[in-house]
């Protein structure tokens, strides 16, 4: 019994051995006799995906006035939006609130009733309130970086509009492949 014991420790002893002797040797080469002796070192860097994404403000309110003809003023709010990342191929996306809704009445009225336009057209432009999708492109090698203005404003098609506050929420989102 103390025998098996003994082998069993002593084994144990000159694994243990090995092991150290192998993670000591790793990375290195030898060679016996004459000439070069050659061996590699691999190398990783990993870079970590990043995505910021900021709107100035939390509450848009647009309070549009009726003048004595019944004309409706088309009031706007300008918001500034900051995006960088250097993800390629992100996609930002808005969902909202379902339509506009009278807080005391609740009667409705669409999303279409509010326009939004972008400082940058080209690049960083939701193009509408209602469903926006679309990809910045990047404004360098790999990094997307955008500073720019959105303006939101109130344009019905008419003044047939119950008085009274609508309220909805916008939420954007962007997605990282």
């Not at 000159?14 to 080469?29: N, Q």
């Not at 309110?61 to 009031?75: A, E, K």
């Not at 506050?165 to 962007?174: A, D, E, K, R, W």
């Amino acid at each position: 019994m103390k025998t098996n014991a003994k082998m069993m420790a002593i084994g144990l002893l000159v694994a243990a051995v090995a092991l150290y002797s192998g993670a000591a040797l790793a990375g290195t080469a030898s060679r016996i006799g004459a000439g070069d002796a050659n061996t590699n070192l691999n190398f990783s860097v990993t870079i970590p995906k990043f995505v910021y994404f900021n709107i100035d403000v939390d509450n848009i309110v647009l309070n549009p006035t009726i003048s004595n003809d019944g004309t409706l003023t088309s009031p706007s709010q300008t918001v500034n939006v900051t995006y960088f990342s250097n993800v390629p191929n992100t996609t930002i996306t808005s969902v909202e609130s379902a339509p506009l809704r009278h807080t005391v009445s609740g009667v409705d009225i669409p999303w279409s009733y509010i326009t939004i336009t972008s400082s940058d057209t080209t690049n960083f432009n939701p193009g509408v309130v209602d469903g926006a999708n679309f990809t910045p492109g990047p404004t360098g090698t790999y990094i997307a970086s955008y500073d720019v203005d959105w303006t939101y404003q109130f344009d019905p098609p008419n003044n047939d509009l119950e008085g009274g506050t609508y309220t909805g929420v916008i939420t954007y989102t962007v997605t990282v492949p």
